[in-house]
Protein backbone atom coordinates (compact mmCIF):
# COMPACT_ATOMS: atom_id res chain seq x y z
CA UNK A 1 0.00 0.00 0.00
CA UNK A 2 1.07 3.15 -0.67
CA UNK A 3 2.11 6.12 1.56
CA UNK A 4 -1.08 8.24 0.80
CA UNK A 5 -3.40 5.77 0.57
CA UNK A 6 -2.18 4.05 4.48
CA UNK A 7 -2.52 8.06 5.64
CA UNK A 8 -6.04 8.14 4.27
CA UNK A 9 -7.25 4.77 5.24
CA UNK A 10 -5.80 5.46 8.85
CA UNK A 11 -8.51 8.52 9.14
CA UNK A 12 -10.47 6.97 12.35
CA UNK A 13 -14.29 7.02 11.92
CA UNK A 14 -15.71 8.00 15.16
CA UNK A 15 -16.75 4.67 17.35
CA UNK A 16 -19.41 6.31 18.81
CA UNK A 17 -21.62 8.35 15.85
CA UNK A 18 -19.50 6.63 12.88
CA UNK A 19 -18.87 10.25 11.91
CA UNK A 20 -16.30 10.19 8.96
CA UNK A 21 -15.41 13.26 9.95
CA UNK A 22 -13.13 13.05 13.20
CA UNK A 23 -16.05 15.42 15.68
CA UNK A 24 -14.35 18.18 17.64
CA UNK A 25 -14.69 17.05 21.05
CA UNK A 26 -14.73 20.58 22.40
CA UNK A 27 -14.46 19.87 26.29
CA UNK A 28 -12.17 20.46 29.29
CA UNK A 29 -13.93 17.19 31.00
CA UNK A 30 -15.24 14.00 30.78
CA UNK A 31 -17.83 12.29 32.95
CA UNK A 32 -16.90 9.69 35.16
CA UNK A 33 -18.54 6.29 35.75
CA UNK A 34 -17.10 6.31 39.14
CA UNK A 35 -14.16 7.76 40.71
CA UNK A 36 -11.14 6.89 38.35
CA UNK A 37 -13.35 4.59 36.25
CA UNK A 38 -13.53 6.43 32.40
CA UNK A 39 -13.87 5.95 28.65
CA UNK A 40 -10.04 6.68 28.66
CA UNK A 41 -10.51 10.54 28.79
CA UNK A 42 -10.61 12.11 32.42
CA UNK A 43 -9.19 16.20 31.25
CA UNK A 44 -8.11 17.89 27.98
CA UNK A 45 -5.07 18.77 28.88
CA UNK A 46 -4.11 15.07 29.42
CA UNK A 47 -5.69 13.85 26.63
CA UNK A 48 -8.63 14.66 24.07
CA UNK A 49 -9.74 12.40 21.40
CA UNK A 50 -9.51 15.07 18.95
CA UNK A 51 -6.12 15.47 19.38
CA UNK A 52 -5.58 11.88 19.94
CA UNK A 53 -6.78 11.31 16.36
CA UNK A 54 -4.52 13.47 15.30
CA UNK A 55 -1.46 12.31 16.90
CA UNK A 56 -2.12 9.04 16.14
CA UNK A 57 -1.82 9.89 12.27
CA UNK A 58 1.19 11.85 12.77
CA UNK A 59 2.54 9.11 14.43
CA UNK A 60 1.75 6.83 12.11
CA UNK A 61 3.17 9.57 8.93
CA UNK A 62 6.25 9.95 10.82
CA UNK A 63 6.79 5.94 11.29
CA UNK A 64 7.42 6.68 15.17
CA UNK A 65 5.73 4.79 17.80
CA UNK A 66 3.99 7.59 19.19
CA UNK A 67 2.86 11.64 18.79
CA UNK A 68 2.31 14.54 20.61
CA UNK A 69 0.57 17.65 19.21
CA UNK A 70 1.47 21.07 20.73
CA UNK A 71 0.15 24.50 20.43
CA UNK A 72 3.04 25.76 18.48
CA UNK A 73 6.08 24.39 16.40
CA UNK A 74 8.22 26.05 19.37
CA UNK A 75 6.29 24.61 22.17
CA UNK A 76 7.05 21.18 20.69
CA UNK A 77 10.70 22.06 20.97
CA UNK A 78 10.61 23.28 24.09
CA UNK A 79 9.20 20.22 25.21
CA UNK A 80 11.93 17.89 23.92
CA UNK A 81 14.54 21.01 25.37
CA UNK A 82 13.07 19.77 28.60
CA UNK A 83 13.98 16.07 28.32
CA UNK A 84 17.65 17.69 29.25
CA UNK A 85 18.98 18.48 32.51
CA UNK A 86 21.47 21.45 33.75
CA UNK A 87 24.91 20.53 32.39
CA UNK A 88 23.41 18.58 29.65
CA UNK A 89 24.73 19.81 26.15
CA UNK A 90 23.12 20.40 22.67
CA UNK A 91 25.10 19.87 19.26
CA UNK A 92 23.27 21.95 16.75
CA UNK A 93 23.06 22.59 13.46
CA UNK A 94 24.03 26.62 12.69
CA UNK A 95 21.77 27.54 10.18
CA UNK A 96 19.09 26.89 12.44
CA UNK A 97 15.67 28.36 12.83
CA UNK A 98 15.61 31.87 14.51
CA UNK A 99 12.86 30.82 16.92
CA UNK A 100 14.79 27.83 18.31
CA UNK A 101 18.21 29.87 18.40
CA UNK A 102 16.11 31.81 20.56
CA UNK A 103 15.10 29.49 23.04
CA UNK A 104 18.20 27.78 22.80
CA UNK A 105 20.13 31.16 23.59
CA UNK A 106 18.26 33.23 26.17
CA UNK A 107 15.86 30.07 27.77
CA UNK A 108 17.95 27.09 27.95
CA UNK A 109 21.30 28.37 28.54
CA UNK A 110 20.02 30.24 31.56
CA UNK A 111 19.32 26.81 32.92
CA UNK A 112 22.89 25.56 32.41
CA UNK A 113 22.13 23.96 29.29
CA UNK A 114 25.25 24.78 26.59
CA UNK A 115 24.64 24.71 22.95
CA UNK A 116 27.64 24.37 20.21
CA UNK A 117 26.79 25.06 16.70
CA UNK A 118 28.31 23.65 13.45
CA UNK A 119 27.85 22.99 10.19
CA UNK A 120 26.09 19.46 10.60
CA UNK A 121 26.10 18.87 6.92
CA UNK A 122 30.05 18.01 7.77
CA UNK A 123 30.28 14.99 9.64
CA UNK A 124 33.52 15.77 10.60
CA UNK A 125 32.86 18.79 12.58
CA UNK A 126 29.90 17.38 14.37
CA UNK A 127 32.20 14.64 15.56
CA UNK A 128 34.81 17.09 16.93
CA UNK A 129 31.87 19.02 19.02
CA UNK A 130 30.84 15.97 20.24
CA UNK A 131 31.54 15.36 23.85
CA UNK A 132 30.54 12.78 26.90
CA UNK A 133 28.01 15.68 28.09
CA UNK A 134 26.13 15.53 24.53
CA UNK A 135 23.00 14.70 25.42
CA UNK A 136 21.41 15.99 21.64
CA UNK A 137 21.95 16.53 18.62
CA UNK A 138 19.40 18.98 16.83
CA UNK A 139 19.37 19.16 13.24
CA UNK A 140 17.17 20.95 10.17
CA UNK A 141 17.17 19.59 6.88
CA UNK A 142 16.76 20.73 4.37
CA UNK A 143 17.35 23.50 6.77
CA UNK A 144 16.07 27.45 7.23
CA UNK A 145 17.32 29.32 5.31
CA UNK A 146 19.67 27.90 2.91
CA UNK A 147 18.29 24.60 2.71
CA UNK A 148 21.35 22.74 3.77
CA UNK A 149 21.32 19.16 3.89
CA UNK A 150 22.75 17.00 6.80
CA UNK A 151 23.16 13.02 6.15
CA UNK A 152 20.92 11.87 9.12
CA UNK A 153 21.94 8.28 9.33
CA UNK A 154 25.29 9.29 9.47
CA UNK A 155 24.73 11.69 12.56
CA UNK A 156 22.12 8.95 14.01
CA UNK A 157 25.50 6.97 14.31
CA UNK A 158 27.71 9.98 15.51
CA UNK A 159 24.84 10.97 18.50
CA UNK A 160 24.08 7.01 19.55
CA UNK A 161 28.09 6.70 19.75
CA UNK A 162 28.16 8.81 22.95
CA UNK A 163 24.42 8.11 24.00
CA UNK A 164 22.57 11.06 23.06
CA UNK A 165 18.98 11.52 21.21
CA UNK A 166 19.06 12.71 17.55
CA UNK A 167 16.19 14.83 16.81
CA UNK A 168 15.23 16.19 13.43
CA UNK A 169 12.92 19.58 12.71
CA UNK A 170 10.91 17.35 10.05
CA UNK A 171 9.24 21.13 9.26
CA UNK A 172 10.66 22.02 5.17
CA UNK A 173 10.65 18.49 4.17
CA UNK A 174 7.57 16.77 5.79
CA UNK A 175 7.03 13.26 6.08
CA UNK A 176 5.61 12.90 2.78
CA UNK A 177 9.61 13.36 1.82
CA UNK A 178 11.69 12.19 4.55
CA UNK A 179 11.13 9.97 7.70
CA UNK A 180 14.03 10.11 9.71
CA UNK A 181 12.44 7.68 12.05
CA UNK A 182 13.56 5.12 9.43
CA UNK A 183 16.95 6.42 9.17
CA UNK A 184 18.05 6.46 12.80
CA UNK A 185 16.51 9.53 14.64
CA UNK A 186 15.26 9.39 17.90
CA UNK A 187 12.44 12.07 17.85
CA UNK A 188 11.22 14.04 14.81
CA UNK A 189 9.44 17.81 15.40
CA UNK A 190 6.86 19.70 13.56
CA UNK A 191 5.80 22.75 13.17
CA UNK A 192 2.36 21.82 12.31
CA UNK A 193 1.69 25.56 11.15
CA UNK A 194 3.58 24.94 7.91
CA UNK A 195 2.81 22.01 5.50
CA UNK A 196 0.85 19.73 7.68
CA UNK A 197 -1.75 22.23 8.26
CA UNK A 198 -1.07 23.61 4.99
CA UNK A 199 -3.53 26.68 5.07
CA UNK A 200 -1.69 29.33 6.79
CA UNK A 201 -4.52 29.23 9.42
CA UNK A 202 -3.43 28.20 12.25
CA UNK A 203 -0.28 27.63 15.17
CA UNK A 204 0.66 23.90 15.58
CA UNK A 205 3.51 21.72 16.43
CA UNK A 206 4.04 18.15 16.98
CA UNK A 207 6.91 15.70 18.30
CA UNK A 208 7.30 12.13 17.29
CA UNK A 209 8.90 9.69 18.99
CA UNK A 210 10.35 7.00 18.03
CA UNK A 211 9.98 4.24 20.96
CA UNK A 212 7.60 4.16 23.79
CA UNK A 213 9.96 5.01 26.24
CA UNK A 214 10.62 8.85 25.27
CA UNK A 215 7.22 8.90 23.85
CA UNK A 216 5.96 8.36 27.90
CA UNK A 217 8.33 11.14 28.75
CA UNK A 218 7.23 13.63 26.09
CA UNK A 219 3.33 12.73 27.03
CA UNK A 220 4.65 13.38 30.69
CA UNK A 221 6.27 16.87 29.79
CA UNK A 222 2.97 17.43 27.63
CA UNK A 223 0.66 17.23 30.16
CA UNK A 224 2.99 18.40 32.91
CA UNK A 225 3.94 21.86 30.79
CA UNK A 226 0.23 21.84 29.53
CA UNK A 227 1.35 23.66 25.84
CA UNK A 228 -1.40 21.52 23.95
CA UNK A 229 -3.04 21.89 21.03
CA UNK A 230 -6.34 22.75 21.52
CA UNK A 231 -9.77 20.25 19.75
CA UNK A 232 -10.31 22.78 17.16
CA UNK A 233 -6.76 23.25 15.89
CA UNK A 234 -6.30 19.89 15.89
CA UNK A 235 -9.56 19.14 13.45
CA UNK A 236 -8.06 21.53 11.12
CA UNK A 237 -4.85 19.76 10.87
CA UNK A 238 -6.28 16.62 10.39
CA UNK A 239 -7.93 18.30 7.83
CA UNK A 240 -5.45 19.53 6.35
CA UNK A 241 -3.63 16.18 6.13
CA UNK A 242 -6.06 14.42 4.15
CA UNK A 243 -4.42 16.28 1.00
CA UNK A 244 -1.18 16.59 2.26
CA UNK A 245 0.30 13.57 -0.19
CA UNK A 246 -1.58 15.77 -3.20
CA UNK A 247 0.16 19.63 -1.90
CA UNK A 248 3.42 17.93 -1.57
CA UNK A 249 3.56 16.77 -5.05
CA UNK A 250 2.55 19.55 -6.47
CA UNK A 251 5.13 22.49 -4.05
CA UNK A 252 7.78 20.03 -5.64
CA UNK A 253 7.14 20.14 -9.14
CA UNK A 254 6.61 23.81 -9.29
CA UNK A 255 9.49 24.20 -6.76
CA UNK A 256 11.93 22.67 -9.17
CA UNK A 257 10.72 24.69 -12.32
CA UNK A 258 10.63 28.03 -10.83
CA UNK A 259 14.41 27.20 -8.91
CA UNK A 260 15.48 26.17 -12.61
CA UNK A 261 14.39 29.81 -13.95
CA UNK A 262 16.14 31.22 -11.09
CA UNK A 263 19.46 30.19 -12.22
CA UNK A 264 18.96 31.48 -15.26
CA UNK A 265 18.91 34.98 -14.46
CA UNK A 266 21.66 37.45 -14.22
CA UNK A 267 20.75 39.47 -11.51
CA UNK A 268 21.08 36.40 -9.44
CA UNK A 269 24.08 34.78 -7.89
CA UNK A 270 23.20 32.35 -6.03
CA UNK A 271 19.74 29.81 -5.69
CA UNK A 272 19.67 26.87 -3.03
CA UNK A 273 17.28 24.31 -3.63
CA UNK A 274 18.39 20.49 -2.72
CA UNK A 275 16.94 19.58 -6.43
CA UNK A 276 19.30 21.39 -8.59
CA UNK A 277 22.10 19.62 -9.14
CA UNK A 278 24.37 22.47 -8.37
CA UNK A 279 22.91 22.03 -4.64
CA UNK A 280 25.90 21.24 -2.25
CA UNK A 281 23.78 18.50 -0.78
CA UNK A 282 21.83 17.17 -4.11
CA UNK A 283 23.45 13.63 -3.67
CA UNK A 284 22.30 12.96 -0.10
CA UNK A 285 18.55 15.25 -0.58
CA UNK A 286 18.29 12.50 -3.11
CA UNK A 287 19.00 9.65 -0.97
CA UNK A 288 16.90 10.28 2.06
CA UNK A 289 14.59 12.23 0.50
CA UNK A 290 13.31 10.34 -2.64
CA UNK A 291 10.08 11.74 -3.38
CA UNK A 292 11.01 14.95 -3.93
CA UNK A 293 12.66 18.18 -2.54
CA UNK A 294 10.35 20.39 -1.10
CA UNK A 295 8.65 23.62 -1.92
CA UNK A 296 11.25 26.28 -0.44
CA UNK A 297 13.63 28.20 -2.49
CA UNK A 298 16.00 30.75 -1.19
CA UNK A 299 18.81 32.77 -3.37
CA UNK A 300 21.09 35.42 -3.14
CA UNK A 301 21.06 38.86 -5.51
CA UNK A 302 24.19 39.94 -7.46
CA UNK A 303 23.74 43.11 -5.82
CA UNK A 304 23.64 41.58 -2.21
CA UNK A 305 21.97 44.34 -0.61
CA UNK A 306 19.36 44.78 2.24
CA UNK A 307 17.60 47.49 -0.33
CA UNK A 308 17.93 45.58 -3.48
CA UNK A 309 15.92 42.08 -1.82
CA UNK A 310 13.21 44.78 -0.67
CA UNK A 311 12.82 46.31 -3.99
CA UNK A 312 12.33 42.61 -5.13
CA UNK A 313 10.28 41.35 -2.47
CA UNK A 314 7.68 44.39 -2.58
CA UNK A 315 8.05 44.31 -6.48
CA UNK A 316 6.00 40.88 -6.64
CA UNK A 317 2.38 40.44 -7.25
CA UNK A 318 1.51 36.96 -6.22
CA UNK A 319 4.48 36.35 -3.74
CA UNK A 320 2.92 38.09 -0.81
CA UNK A 321 5.31 39.24 1.79
CA UNK A 322 4.92 37.49 5.07
CA UNK A 323 6.68 35.18 6.99
CA UNK A 324 5.50 31.03 7.09
CA UNK A 325 5.18 28.88 4.64
CA UNK A 326 3.45 25.72 3.18
CA UNK A 327 0.24 26.83 2.36
CA UNK A 328 -1.54 26.85 -0.80
CA UNK A 329 -0.83 30.93 -1.48
CA UNK A 330 2.82 32.00 -2.36
CA UNK A 331 5.05 33.57 -0.01
CA UNK A 332 8.43 35.58 0.00
CA UNK A 333 10.23 36.90 2.35
CA UNK A 334 13.57 38.61 3.13
CA UNK A 335 15.24 35.80 6.26
CA UNK A 336 17.77 38.82 7.89
CA UNK A 337 15.16 41.27 8.62
CA UNK A 338 11.99 38.93 9.29
CA UNK A 339 12.51 35.52 10.12
CA UNK A 340 16.14 35.66 11.83
CA UNK A 341 17.01 38.95 13.58
CA UNK A 342 17.45 36.73 16.66
CA UNK A 343 20.59 35.69 15.41
CA UNK A 344 23.23 38.64 15.01
CA UNK A 345 24.28 39.24 12.05
CA UNK A 346 28.02 38.11 11.69
CA UNK A 347 26.77 34.68 13.03
CA UNK A 348 24.23 34.89 10.31
CA UNK A 349 26.97 35.88 7.39
CA UNK A 350 29.06 32.97 8.98
CA UNK A 351 26.60 30.51 8.16
CA UNK A 352 26.54 31.33 4.66
CA UNK A 353 23.53 33.48 4.75
CA UNK A 354 23.61 37.13 2.90
CA UNK A 355 22.33 40.22 3.37
CA UNK A 356 19.61 39.88 0.07
CA UNK A 357 19.12 36.33 0.95
CA UNK A 358 14.98 36.03 -0.24
CA UNK A 359 13.36 32.57 0.57
CA UNK A 360 10.27 31.75 -1.39
CA UNK A 361 7.56 29.36 0.13
CA UNK A 362 5.96 27.99 -3.49
CA UNK A 363 2.17 28.22 -3.30
CA UNK A 364 -0.33 25.80 -5.39
CA UNK A 365 -0.47 28.42 -7.42
CA UNK A 366 0.41 27.37 -11.92
CA UNK A 367 4.39 27.18 -12.43
CA UNK A 368 4.25 29.45 -14.99
CA UNK A 369 2.75 31.98 -13.46
CA UNK A 370 4.99 32.44 -10.65
CA UNK A 371 7.75 32.35 -12.81
CA UNK A 372 6.17 35.42 -14.92
CA UNK A 373 5.93 37.24 -11.71
CA UNK A 374 9.48 36.47 -10.55
CA UNK A 375 10.55 37.65 -14.03
CA UNK A 376 8.78 40.95 -14.03
CA UNK A 377 10.10 41.83 -10.29
CA UNK A 378 13.58 40.86 -11.37
CA UNK A 379 13.47 43.15 -14.51
CA UNK A 380 11.99 45.59 -12.30
CA UNK A 381 15.35 45.90 -10.38
CA UNK A 382 17.11 47.84 -12.74
CA UNK A 383 14.87 50.67 -11.79
CA UNK A 384 16.55 52.23 -8.17
CA UNK A 385 14.04 52.70 -5.05
CA UNK A 386 14.37 54.63 -1.35
CA UNK A 387 16.22 52.66 1.12
CA UNK A 388 14.20 51.13 3.41
CA UNK A 389 13.87 51.65 7.09
CA UNK A 390 16.35 50.23 8.90
CA UNK A 391 16.21 46.84 10.64
CA UNK A 392 14.43 46.36 13.84
CA UNK A 393 17.21 44.22 15.96
CA UNK A 394 14.67 42.00 17.11
CA UNK A 395 11.63 41.73 15.80
CA UNK A 396 8.42 38.84 16.20
CA UNK A 397 10.24 35.71 14.62
CA UNK A 398 8.13 33.22 12.67
C1 LIG B 1 8.03 27.84 11.75
C2 LIG B 1 9.10 26.92 12.19
C3 LIG B 1 9.25 26.57 13.54
C4 LIG B 1 8.38 27.16 14.64
O1 LIG B 1 7.06 26.77 14.54
P1 LIG B 1 5.81 27.66 15.05
O2 LIG B 1 4.65 26.83 14.68
O3 LIG B 1 5.89 28.98 14.36
O4 LIG B 1 5.98 27.83 16.54
C5 LIG B 1 10.23 25.65 13.85
N1 LIG B 1 11.05 25.13 12.91
C6 LIG B 1 10.95 25.47 11.62
C7 LIG B 1 11.88 24.85 10.62
C8 LIG B 1 9.98 26.37 11.21
O5 LIG B 1 9.90 26.72 9.92
Same mark, same amino acid.
Given at each position: ?QA????????????????????????????Q?????N???D????????????????AG??????????? #???? $???? =??K???? @?? !? *??? &????????????????????I??????????A???????????L??????????????????L?????A?G????VD?TF????????????????????T??LG?? #??L? $???V =??????? @?? !? *??? &????SG?????F????????????????????????Q?????????E?S??YY????????H???????????????A?V????????????????N?????????????L?????????????????????????L????????A??DL?A????????L?????????????????
Amino acid at each position: MQASTRLIQSFPVDELTGALAVPIYQTCTFVQESPGVNKGFDYSRTANPTRSALEQLLAGLEHGHSAYAFA #SGMA $AIDA =VLKLLST @GD !Q *IVA &IDDIYGGAFRLFEHVYRRFGIDIVYCDTADLAQVQAAITERTKLVWLETPSNPTLKISDIAGLAELAHAVGAWLCVDNTFASPVLQQPILLGADLVVHSATKYLGGH #SDLI $AGAV =VAATEEL @GK !Q *IQF &IQNASGAILGPFDSFLVIRGLETLHLRIAQHCRAALQVAKFLQTRPEISAVYYPGLESHSGHAIAKKQQPDGFGGIIAFVLNDDTVEAATQLATSLNYFKLAVSLGGGKSLVCHSASMTHTAIPAETRRAAGFADSLLRLSIGLEAADDLIADLAQALDSLAVPVAAPAALEPESVLA
